[in-house]
T-cell receptor, first 114, second 112 residues
């Protein structure tokens, strides 16, 4: 199973600023995903991080607000830009290692915007 | 939208079997059923998955009906540490990869 390290684990940020979240995996993975979990809600997929190309965003999420990088097969970053209190959520990195296999999740980054 | 429906909450006595149902009546022939759980303030944890046959591992058993329109996750001897939100997911295959779509899940409370 893949071991995922997500940093930071939590942060409190001022509105209008940006935060970059890192996701490091201990082995090469096929797919990497970023999810958001708003307070009391289920997980919502933000985007698929594509290695060497632009991420693929789900409806309602745009690159200007959530730029994503994936420079190699073990690392990705998600930036939450120009933050507002509505961005206060847990952000989770997820990876898949092959076809028809399970996804593994990081422990998440708990973001509070004040 | 999630392709599964689950009861929003369930209670189970400690030491008893917890049976969590899931309906997935529109499942396609090549889609797998996955179960995850999320303990408070942690990332989702993989439990088990299956296609058509029943599956068992050290955590749980997965029973899939013959028509594959529903399934049941069984925790044979629930403990207080099994209190969590349990998600039943039908794997959505998309052209650029494989996506997991989370519904609201079932909040299982294991009671002493």
């Amino acid at each position: 199973s893949a071991v995922i390290s997500q940093k930071p684990s939590r942060d409190i940020c001022q509105r209008g600023t940006s935060l970059t979240i890192q996701c490091q995996v201990d082995s090469q993975v096929t797919m990497m995903f970023w999810y958001r979990q708003q307070p009391g809600q289920s997980l919502t997929l933000i985007a698929t991080a594509n290695q060497g190309s632009e991420a693929t965003y789900e409806s309602g999420f745009v690159i200007d607000k959530f730029p994503i990088s994936r420079p190699n097969l073990t690392f990705s970053t998600l930036t939450v830009s120009n933050m507002s209190p509505e961005d206060s959520s847990i952000y989770l990195c997820s990876v898949v290692q092959g076809t028809n296999t399970e996804a593994f999740f990081g422990q998440g980054t708990r973001l509070t915007v004040v | 939208d999630a392709k599964t429906t689950q009861p929003p909450s369930m209670d189970c006595a400690e030491g008893r079997a917890a049976n969590l149902p899931c309906n997935h009546s529109t499942i396609s022939g090549n889609e797998y059923v996955y179960w995850y759980r999320q303990i408070h303030s942690q990332g989702p944890q993989y439990i088990i998955h299956g296609l058509k046959n029943n599956e068992t591992n050290e955590m749980a058993s997965l029973i899939i009906t013959e028509d594959r329109k529903s399934s049941t996750l069984i925790l044979p001897h629930a403990t207080l540490r099994d209190t969590a939100v349990y998600y039943c997911i039908v794997r959505v295959l998309i052209f650029y990869g494989q996506n997991f779509v989370f519904g609201p899940g079932t909040r299982l409370s294991v009671l002493p």
